[in-house]
């Protein structure tokens, strides 16, 4: 089954502070095992998984996903998400399982070169924004190995293409810079700026990017 997001391409470049910027977003269920479901008996079914925008009233699901994923120094504020969707709530995601959210992605647009505070309580999205910005990806353990982040990422390449960026960045913590190579991320050298940005998500932390579309 195709994916999901219906806002036309390309339309804007830059800062998409305003989903009527662009034409809303809108997300549509989907079924990932919808080829692997049509050979499978009913009784044996793996429960369907939507991936739809995130709102406000979500800020308790993603609070609780946000605790089994993250240890005590990454972990944001109620009021941090909410700021964020605040600022711009176009490139925000929720996975379920049935009624049930099991994993969220967050992203604004941004400026290459920088970084949102980390635990901000206000974010103002740069009207020169560049790039879409991909803040957290986190699906807590019951729903993992199942592919589920990589569609939540491809959620939100798609909405950044439909907006018209053209790059992504992020920083991978916790030892996950693997992970985003798998998916085509690189690191890219950071200067001094930068590097004390950065001082607040760890020792380890990655800044790196990928193109929306691989040529
Ligand atoms: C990272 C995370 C989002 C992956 O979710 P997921 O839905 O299980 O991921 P996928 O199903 O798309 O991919 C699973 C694969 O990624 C690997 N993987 C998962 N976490 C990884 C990590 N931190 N580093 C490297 N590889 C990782 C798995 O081993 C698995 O590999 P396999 O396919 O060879 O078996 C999830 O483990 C998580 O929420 N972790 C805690 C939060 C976090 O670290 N987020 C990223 C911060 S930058």
């Avoid at 992605?105 to 206000?122: C, E, I, K, R, T």
């Avoid at 020169?128 to 959620?155: C, E, F």
């Avoid at 390449?157 to 991320?185: I, K, M």
Wanted: proline share 6%.
């Amino acid at each position: 089954m195709r994916n999901l997001l219906t806002a036309p391409r390309n339309q804007h470049r830059g800062v998409m502070s305003s989903a009527a910027a662009y034409g809303r977003i809108i997300a549509r269920p989907v079924d990932i095992f919808a080829n692997a479901s049509s050979q499978l008996s009913p009784s044996v079914l793996p429960p369907v998984m939507n991936i739809r925008t995130a709102s406000q009233s979500d800020l308790p699901d993603i609070a609780r996903i946000q605790s089994e994923c993250y240890s005590d120094h990454f972990v944001e504020s109620q009021e941090s998400f909410a700021a964020k969707l605040a600022a711009n709530s176009d490139f925000s995601f929720i996975a379920e399982q049935g009624n049930a959210a099991v994993g969220y992605v967050f992203a604004l647009p941004w400026l290459f070169g920088d970084v949102p505070a980390l635990n901000g309580h206000q974010y103002s999205i740069p009207p020169n924004a560049d790039s879409l910005y991909i803040h957290d990806i986190a699906v807590g353990r019951s729903a993992r190995q199942g592919g589920l982040a990589k569609r939540l990422l491809h959620a939100v390449l798609d909405a950044a293409r439909s907006a018209g960026f053209a790059q992504v960045f992020l920083v991978a913590v916790q030892g996950a810079s693997s992970y985003w190579q798998r998916h085509g991320f690189e690191a890219v050298p950071i200067d001094d700026h930068l590097r004390r940005r950065l001082a607040a998500y760890g020792a380890d932390a990655t800044y790196m990017t990928r193109r929306t579309v691989v040529p």
